[in-house]
């Protein structure tokens, strides 16, 4: 789980509303929408997040397991 407030490494792909990004030497996928970049849209190198903790996910769903 990353909390709120954590800075990310955007890793550029995007599938299904998600981001894959880079969070304390881990990467999955995270909820594009509780990004923060100043875009809808995460772009840039890196985004933090936003509106409470975020679950770091093995894949782009939310049934995905959680990366911990």
Same mark, same amino acid.
Do not use: Q
């Given at each position: =789980?990353? %909390?709120? $407030? *954590?800075?990310?490494?955007?890793? $550029? @792909?995007?599938?299904?509303?998600?981001?894959? =990004?880079?969070?304390? $030497? *881990?990467?999955?996928? #995270?909820?594009?929408?509780?990004?923060?970049?100043?875009?809808?849209? %995460?772009? $840039?190198?890196? *985004?933090?997040?936003?509106?409470?903790? @975020?679950?770091?996910?093995?894949?782009?769903?939310?049934? #995905? *397991?959680? =990366?911990?």
């Amino acid at each position: =789980v990353m %909390p709120d $407030g *954590a800075t990310v490494t955007l890793l $550029g @792909l995007s599938s299904n509303g998600f981001s894959k =990004v880079r969070y304390s $030497g *881990a990467e999955g996928w #995270a909820y594009s929408i509780y990004l923060g970049t100043g875009d809808e849209v %995460p772009t $840039g190198d890196t *985004a933090t997040v936003i509106d409470g903790a @975020l679950n770091l996910r093995a894949s782009a769903s939310t049934s #995905a *397991a959680v =990366v911990t």
